[in-house]
């Protein structure tokens, strides 16, 4: 089941349509106010409400992303996640996140989402 979702995991982030740089190409930095936010999420989280959990978010060693796992239970119903935040490589305030998650039914199945933008206030 892990090797599963770390090859989706894998495979989101070789597929993403976002802006790719060559071997010859210089990526330009990470504007400041996207790395604050980003720095924003590291640490380790307590969901509470409807569903209680725990979410643990660190960098990446390049950081140039942040990677996030984390559990919820409601009741019964559980689940586990891996999520991935990073800029978008073009924008000034463009961050995606990437994630996977496992069924809620406990059968093995994994929902991935879609590359998703979120622009930076602030």
């Known amino acids: 089941m892990k ?6 995991v894998a495979l989101a982030i070789l ?3 976002a802006v790719s740089f060559s071997e010859g190409d210089v990526k ?3 504007p400041k106010k996207v790395r604050k936010f980003l720095d924003s999420t ?3 989280w307590n969901i509470t409400g409807t569903f209680e959990g725990t979410g643990s978010y660190r960098w990446d060693a ?3 992303a942040v990677v996030g796992t ?4 409601n009741g019964e119903v ?3 996640w891996t999520i991935m935040w990073h800029w978008d490589g073009a924008s000034k305030d463009g961050v995606m996140a990437t994630w996977t998650a496992s069924d ?4 093995g199945a994994v929902s991935q989402g879609s590359p998703v933008p979120y622009g930076v206030r602030g």
């Open 3 to 8: 090797k599963h979702v770390m090859l989706v």
């Open 15 to 17: 597929t993403h349509p």
């Open 28 to 30: 330009p930095a990470m």
């Open 42 to 44: 590291v640490g380790t």
């Open 62 to 64: 390049g950081k140039g």
């Open 70 to 73: 984390g559990q919820w239970t």
């Open 78 to 80: 559980s689940s586990s």
């Open 104 to 107: 809620a039914a406990d059968d």
